[in-house]
């Protein structure tokens, strides 16, 4: 009797948790039914499709860096500052080789994201604050370059703005992520570090480096984001990429990503949230005309989304 | 003197599953200094934080001059006779001198919604020259001062106003020669005025010199209450520690030899404020006791060892001649550690039970960079099984399980990675009785296989039973060597502790 009871109470435990799981993947379907209705089934026109998808390829590589930075526990603004400026980098060294050219950029990425890294590990300062003065700083830099004119890119770059190439390019790098993030020690040790910093360091793991290394890699991946960025804009502004890391953290949110990092951060986070997203963004202005409606829609469906499916209990765990 | 002015009936003030205060009824008479001594963690701090209004009491109450002492905030009590001098800083840094001497008491210096703030300063000016601290001045900041100057402070702040019940909370060991000699005299000074001390010190002899009756605590229950005057410290230090426990789990055999071969040399360990100093062996096959009060170091011990202090110099070598510098270089090389502070440094516990007995051993799973989660799957079942986990499967997170099963859960880890040698801190700390003998059942078969283990305790009972040698340390250093023997009793090594 006190048997199937216990054994009971662990099956709710468990459909509980499964359904907590599989949230993010009904709320993308309840966003895409909710807006074909709304829509009269215009969102699944091949045009609009293929509209949407010109949009989720950047965000969908560059989410994968700040996935990384959230599940240790951190968080970065200062991704859209990293792709305008690596972009630039991109526009300037293409002229001599466009592989060159997205070499360069991921290096600039890099180091930009390796100067958020040192700020946060070396002088112990939270990753938000670090990233909210380095998004000023990259962004002041971005402007500086660009005050006589926006740095274009040489016309045969705008010639790789071909749907396959970029597809490819965006599978490629999820594929690759995905390898590390699941079959290496990285998933590891990061979802340990993100859960308790002090337990991962007594476990093994080196918090400190791992640390660097995910800024600095998820600086390198908008880097190299920057080239499918540049192949679609054609020239790059003052602005350019700026509120891409917003785009990010409501995308990872959106996809289930916990706040706070730790255990219960999964892959799939990355492209649910990224696609939900992108579907909220390109269906919004047929239902709402007016870029003000738009906007207040989007923070509220932002909200309730995140207020449904925010895991309190992992919050509860974190001192 | 039969005239209580505070009498205590019946408290208990547990947390959660801990009771820390259990079941005290004590009485403090008028003008009395009443010390109260007992190990960390016996309840001394938790009772007067009671007593003050930090913490409400879970059954039982407070009777000052026969009227329910229900004080809800330390301010209360200070308004009803009862103030604290505490273990702690207690002031609140960003306020001047003046404003931290008469927190919660500004309603004296306002004038409608003004604060006269030269009336506060003179005001606290006057009481620092009454007791002799002329050097402070009341007007500046507190963080101008030095760490002692701050107790002098808080001193003056818990007596000016001349409270019934004053309690000293280990305040001595913040202080100088100088320092404590002024305490002693405020302390004696409300003595004379017919007021109570109560004296909270780990310095025994202080506390038999200054107090005129002495209650000892042990694991939050009140073990006696003796006169000082009919004392020695040999028998507060038995009444303190020792300990009712049976000794039938333990491994039984005496005499056996432990191998010459030495596994792991300390030489010269030191940590900034915590060890100096410590060289000693640690041999095949062998179980290493270390021994002390809470604060003698010994916890810092097993940190070094397994590289993971801050500050540290000296060496600790392995039987290969590796140098441990760091946490990953040990778990390469064998040394495992499970830490006294088991929820924050042994086991991730936001973590799933899969996760946390993987991690040490990631690297050995791995072919080349790549781990297979299946491999891995397997690997957290068969040693959580070993370790009988009681789970709901590999999945399930540590912070779901009992403190015991959690324990299980890091020695799963350690005996997955097949570490050789074994740093155990409080191995036992908060587990029950069924567990505890699991574990020490299998510290006699790890030692039996030739893994060799280190285990620091704060348990007598466990040092004397399980170790074939035991160190004792005190003050950051050792301070005695036992050898296995039937003949050893608590009270041996109580005289090295203290």
Same mark, same amino acid.
């Given at each position: 009797?006190?048997?199937?009871?216990?054994?009971?109470?662990?099956?709710?435990?468990?459909?509980?948790?499964?359904?907590?799981?599989?949230?993010?993947?009904l709320g993308f379907m309840g966003v895409i039914v909710a807006f074909s209705i709304a829509t009269g089934g215009k969102i699944t026109a091949p045009a609009n499709l293929s509209l949407m998808l010109s949009q989720v390829y950047v965000l969908l590589i560059s989410s994968m860096g700040v996935f990384m930075v959230m599940t240790v526990g951190g968080l970065d603004f200062s991704q859209g500052s990293i792709l305008g400026l690596s972009s630039i980098v991109f526009c300037w060294v293409s002229? &001599?080789?466009?592989?060159?050219?997205?070499?360069?950029?991921?290096?600039?990425?890099?180091?930009?994201?390796?100067?958020?890294?040192?700020? &946060?590990?070396?002088?112990? *300062?939270?990753?938000? *604050?670090v990233t909210i003065c380095t998004m000023y700083f990259f962004r002041g830099l971005c402007k500086y370059i660009t005050t006589n004119g926006p740095v274009p890119a040489i016309p045969e770059v705008l010639e790789l703005n071909l749907t396959w190439l970029k597809l490819l390019l965006a599978a490629v790098m999820l594929m690759?992520?995905?390898?590390?993030?699941?079959?290496?020690?990285?998933?590891?040790?990061?979802r340990a570090i993100g859960a308790g910093e002090t337990a991962a360091r007594f476990s093994g793991c080196r918090p400190d480096l791992r640390k660097f290394l995910v800024f600095t890699a998820a600086g390198a991946i908008t880097g190299f984001a920057s080239f499918?960025?540049?192949?679609?804009?054609?020239? *790059?502004?003052?602005?350019?990429?700026?509120?891409?890391?917003?785009?990010?953290? *409501?995308?990872l949110v959106l996809g289930g990503m916990p706040i706070s990092g730790g255990a219960k951060a999964r892959f799939s986070n990355i492209i649910i949230g990224t696609l939900t997203y992108c579907v909220l963004e390109m269906s919004l202005p047929m239902v709402f005309p007016i870029p003000a409606t738009q906007q207040l829609v989007k923070g509220m469906v932002f909200l309730v989304v995140v207020a449904l499916t925010i895991d309190h209990e992992s919050l509860r765990v974190i001192k | 003197m039969s005239d209580a002015v505070l009498r205590s009936e019946r408290l208990c003030k547990r947390f959660g599953i801990t009771t820390a205060v259990d079941d005290v009824s004590l009485e403090f008479e008028k003008g009395e200094i009443h010390g109260l001594i007992g190990e960390n963690g016996s309840g001394k701090s938790t009772f007067c934080s009671t007593l003050c209004?930090?913490?409400?009491?879970?059954? %039982?109450? /407070?009777?000052?001059?026969?009227?329910?002492?229900?004080?809800?905030?330390?301010?209360?009590?200070?308004?009803? %006779?009862v103030s604290i001098i505490v273990q702690e800083t207690g002031t609140l840094p960003g306020l001047t001198v003046a404003e931290n001497l008469f927190l919660g008491e500004e309603d004296k210096f306002m004038h409608g919604i003004v604060k006269d703030a030269g009336a506060m300063d003179r005001e606290a000016q006057r009481l620092l020259?009454?007791?002799? /601290?002329?050097?402070?001045? $009341?007007?500046?900041?507190?963080?101008?001062?030095?760490?002692e100057d701050r107790k002098l402070i808080e001193i003056v702040k818990a007596t000016y106003f001349n409270p019934k019940v004053l309690v000293v909370d280990e305040t001595t060991t913040a202080l100088s020669q100088s320092g404590r000699e002024e305490l002693f005299t405020v302390m004696d000074r409300a003595r004379s005025l017919g007021n109570t001390v109560i004296f909270i010190s780990h310095d025994l002899e202080e506390v038999i010199e200054r107090a005129d009756r002495i209650s000892v605590l042990r694991d939050g229950r009140l073990v006696a209450t003796v006169r000082s005057a009919e004392v020695g410290s040999g028998e507060l230090k038995h009444l303190m520690v020792g300990r009712e426990l049976g000794t039938h789990y333990y491994r039984t055999d005496y005499g056996e030899p432990v191998p010459d071969e030495v596994v792991l040399r300390v030489d010269d360990l030191s940590v900034p404020g915590q060890i100096q100093g410590l060289s000693f062996d640690l041999r095949k096959g062998e179980i290493l006791g270390i021994g002390g009060l809470s604060e003698c170091g010994m916890h810092e011990v097993g940190k070094a060892i397994f590289g993971a202090s801050f500050g540290r110099s000296g060496r600790v070598t392995l039987e290969d001649g590796y140098g441990v510098d760091s946490i990953p270089g040990a778990i390469r090389h064998g040394v495992a550690y499970a830490s006294k502070d088991r929820d924050n440094e042994s086991v991730v516990i936001a973590d799933s039970i899969? =996760?946390? !007995?993987?991690?040490?051993?990631?690297?050995?799973?791995?072919?080349?960079?790549?781990?297979?989660?299946?491999?891995?799957?397997? /690997? $957290?079942?068969?040693?959580?099984?070993?370790?009988?986990?009681?789970?709901?499967?590999?999945?399930?997170?540590?912070?779901?399980?009992?403190?015991?099963?959690?324990?299980? +859960?890091?020695?799963?880890?350690?005996? %997955?990675?097949?570490? =050789?040698?074994? +740093?155990? =801190?409080?191995?036992?700390? %908060?587990?029950?009785?069924?567990?505890?003998?699991? !574990?020490?059942?299998?510290?006699?078969?790890?030692?039996?296989?030739?893994?060799? !283990?280190?285990?620091?305790?704060e348990e007598l009972q466990e040092l004397l039973g399980m170790s074939d040698r035991i160190l004792i340390m005190k003050r950051g250093r050792i301070s005695g060597e036992f050898a296995r023997s039937r003949s050893l009793g608590e009270r041996d090594l109580i005289t090295k502790m203290v």
């Open positions: 009797m006190e048997i199937q009871s216990e054994a009971s109470a662990v099956g709710k435990v468990k459909s509980r948790k499964y359904l907590r799981e599989l949230m993010p993947l002229g &001599h080789s466009i592989v060159a050219g997205i070499a360069a950029a991921a290096l600039a990425g890099a180091a930009m994201g390796a100067f958020n890294g040192f700020f &946060h590990v070396r002088f112990r *300062i939270a990753s938000f *604050i690759t992520g995905f390898a590390v993030w699941r079959f290496t020690r990285v998933g590891c040790d990061l499918i960025n540049v192949v679609k804009v054609g020239s *790059i502004t003052g602005t350019a990429g700026s509120q891409l890391e917003t785009q990010i953290l *409501i995308a | 209004g930090i913490y409400p009491p879970s059954s %039982g109450r /407070f009777l000052l001059e026969g009227k329910e002492l229900k004080a809800r905030s330390q301010v209360e009590a200070n308004r009803r %006779g020259n009454e007791y002799g /601290f002329t050097r402070i001045v $009341a007007s500046r900041m507190i963080d101008y001062y030095s760490f899969r =996760d946390n !007995i993987c991690l040490p051993s990631l690297d050995d799973l791995a072919a080349g960079p790549f781990l297979r989660s299946g491999k891995l799957d397997a /690997f $957290a079942r068969r040693n959580a099984e070993l370790m009988s986990v009681k789970m709901t499967g590999i999945d399930q997170y540590v912070s779901s399980l009992s403190g015991g099963n959690r324990q299980k +859960v890091v020695l799963a880890r350690w005996l %997955g990675k097949d570490s =050789d040698i074994l +740093v155990l =801190d409080s191995p036992t700390r %908060g587990i029950d009785v069924k567990v505890k003998a699991d !574990i020490y059942a299998l510290m006699d078969e790890l030692r039996r296989k030739g893994k060799s !283990i280190v285990m620091i305790s």
